[in-house]
């Protein structure tokens, strides 16, 4: 499986990005489809998830109520809406498909990935 990212890019404080995460293949492993970012010198950090079958969502305490993730079974492309986005938002943004690691959304639960897409907020 091929994740392809895009949509990064430059905004101001308060603005919005959306981002879009393609898939080569459609997989039958039922496996979440999920959103981590990784700022300079941080860790990387789980941002959204969504169920393979699309029902269900989950989403890290910064994100909520400002970050929605969907997703397209047709196209099978996952997207996520970032709204109100604020300075420490700023990070390498990736897509990822994997399963979670215990009870959490870990990088250490994904066997894919895809390279990463640039957000960059300013004042």
């Known amino acids: 499986v091929q994740l392809q990212a895009s949509g990064g890019g430059l905004v101001q404080a308060g603005g919005s990005l959306r981002l879009s995460c393609a898939a080569s293949?459609?997989?039958?492993?039922?496996?979440?489809r999920c959103w981590f970012r990784q700022a300079p010198g941080k860790e990387r950090e789980f941002v959204a998830a969504?169920?393979?079958?699309?029902?269900?969502?989950d989403y890290a305490d910064s994100v909520k109520g400002r970050f929605a993730i969907s997703g397209d079974v047709v196209r099978n492309t996952v997207y996520l809406q970032m709204n109100s986005l604020q300075l420490d938002d700023t990070a390498v943004y990736y897509c990822?498909?994997?399963?979670?690691?215990?009870?959490?959304?870990?990088?250490?639960?994904?066997?894919?990935w895809g390279k990463g897409t640039q957000v960059t907020v300013s004042s």
């Open positions: 969504i169920s393979w079958s699309g029902h269900n969502t």
């Open positions: 990822a498909q994997g399963s979670r690691y215990g009870d959490i959304w870990s990088p250490r639960g994904m066997d894919y």
């Open positions: 293949i459609r997989t039958f492993s039922r496996s979440a």
